[in-house]
């Protein structure tokens, strides 16, 4: 005996508006308890660190400064995961907030779509980059000299771009028709993508979870074995002559030197990957758990499966900044920078005021505050001692030789990007 599928019907979203007359007699405040204010602060902590971290992110890894750290095509596939990871802070888990605490959905229909689309594209995007990210290592670690010979900015770029689109494409087709996204209440508290069937909603739990966890497994851990191996084998730690650089003996010491440095690189972005599956493992088996039985998981349950899911998009970057000390040196330079220029012309502002407000200038010690003729300043009347001190200052070998390099190296100015030179506190008069 054969039985049908059974078809499921997603849930009206007028139903579960806050324009429901079911909802309207309900105050804000008059609802509210611990366990809903708990998950709004659970949901605002997680857009938060997602936004900020993988801004950081996108910034640190596509400057100038950690350009030497990373290549190309890593640093393409980190800044669109980064980019991904940030969409979702900007347009998903935000519009959980609201509904978090008022228990309904209040944006309309045109936004729960829209919403509905993005989950599952960025989600599944993102997947797809650590495929990408753990083949690119693959391929590095294992044969960097053909690697680094074939590797293409517009390859990577059209395999990212074309990636997107199947995403996108893939979710259109599931979510845009009618009846094809819903409101949920309980695991995200937002809008999902709804699926007719449960063997649907179980090929798309495993589609997304099994295959990325079975390639970066294999694609990082074969890396790293072949590695290992090659390294023991190896006996050029790195290239002590210079004059070395032709012939296969050179090749063999790049590639040996290639491999070392890539080595960090592949070891953050694998753990990224293993925070994806270690975070993710729990949503997959909820959801296909339900599929199979029909049921709901308790709500509390549903909740912390499905953020504790959503909040890889922080642990990316968190990972990345943890286990690699170039980025974290280079992002507080980054950090600090802006702090330091802003403090520091507000500092050369101030002392510029309290120096012309400054009544006499016989009393500071700074020459070239001396030798500048003011009001009220008698050079006349200074001492012969005085005069000695600021002859021998002036004109020792030492201040005309910083004078001499600061004059012929001029310097950038980070802070506003002018070219402009080195001034010495002690200047030479014109004698």
Avoid at 181 to 199: D, H, I
Avoid at 250 to 266: D, F, G, I
Avoid at 369 to 393: M, Q, T
Avoid at 403 to 420: I, K, T, V
């Amino acid at each position: 005996m054969q039985h049908k599928a059974t078809i499921l019907v997603a849930p009206t979203l007028a139903n579960s508006s806050c324009s429901h007359p079911r909802y309207l007699h309900i105050t804000f405040f008059s609802a509210l308890t611990p366990g809903d204010v708990l998950q709004a602060v659970i949901v605002l902590f997680i857009t938060v660190g997602v936004l900020g971290a993988n801004m950081l992110l996108i910034l640190v890894i596509n400057s100038r400064r950690y350009s030497k750290y990373i290549h190309s095509q890593p640093r393409y596939l980190l800044t669109s995961l980064a980019s991904n990871d940030f969409a979702m802070g900007l347009f998903v888990t935000p519009f959980a907030i609201v509904p978090s605490l008022r228990h309904c959905w209040p944006y309309g229909e045109l936004v729960c779509q829209i919403q509905g689309l993005l989950r599952g594209a960025i989600s599944q995007q993102s997947a797809v980059i650590l495929i990408c990210m753990a083949m690119d290592r693959y391929l590095c670690m294992l044969y960097p000299a053909r690697y680094h010979k074939h590797s293409s900015k517009k390859g990577c770029v059209a395999i990212i771009s074309m990636t997107w689109i199947m995403s996108v494409t893939l979710f259109s087709i599931l979510v845009l028709p009618r009846g094809g996204f819903y409101f949920n209440p309980t695991g995200m508290v937002a809008c999902e993508p709804f699926y007719p069937r449960a063997s649907i909603r179980i090929l798309a739990a495993c589609g997304f979870y099994f295959p990325t966890t079975m390639i970066l497994m294999y694609c990082y851990g074969s890396a790293f074995h072949v590695n290992k191996l090659r390294l023991r084998k190896s006996g050029c730690n790195a290239i002590a002559n210079p004059e070395d650089y032709g012939g296969a003996a050179c090749m063999e010491k790049l590639v040996t030197q290639e491999r070392r440095l890539s080595t960090t690189a592949s070891r953050t972005m694998a753990a990224m990957s293993l925070g994806f599956i270690v975070l993710v493992t729990p949503w997959t088996i909820q959801e296909v758990v339900a599929a199979c039985t029909g049921s709901r998981a308790p709500a509390s349950l549903d909740f912390l499966a499905t953020w504790l899911a959503l909040s890889n998009s922080f642990w990316n970057p968190f990972l990345y900044w943890l286990l690699n000390n170039h980025f974290r040196r280079i992002s507080r330079e980054l950090l600090f920078s802006r702090f330091r220029c802003r403090k520091s012309h507000h500092q050369k502002q101030q002392h510029f005021q309290n120096f012309q407000h400054q009544p006499h200038c016989c009393s500071n010690t700074n020459v070239s505050a001396v030798f500048n003729h003011s009001p009220g300043c008698d050079f006349e009347g200074l001492s012969e001692k005085y005069w000695g001190e600021i002859l021998e200052r002036t004109l020792s070998s030492t201040s005309l030789h910083a004078l001499q390099r600061a004059y012929s190296h001029p310097r950038m100015d980070s802070c506003n990007g002018l070219q402009e030179m080195r001034v010495l506190d002690t200047a030479v008069p014109d004698l």
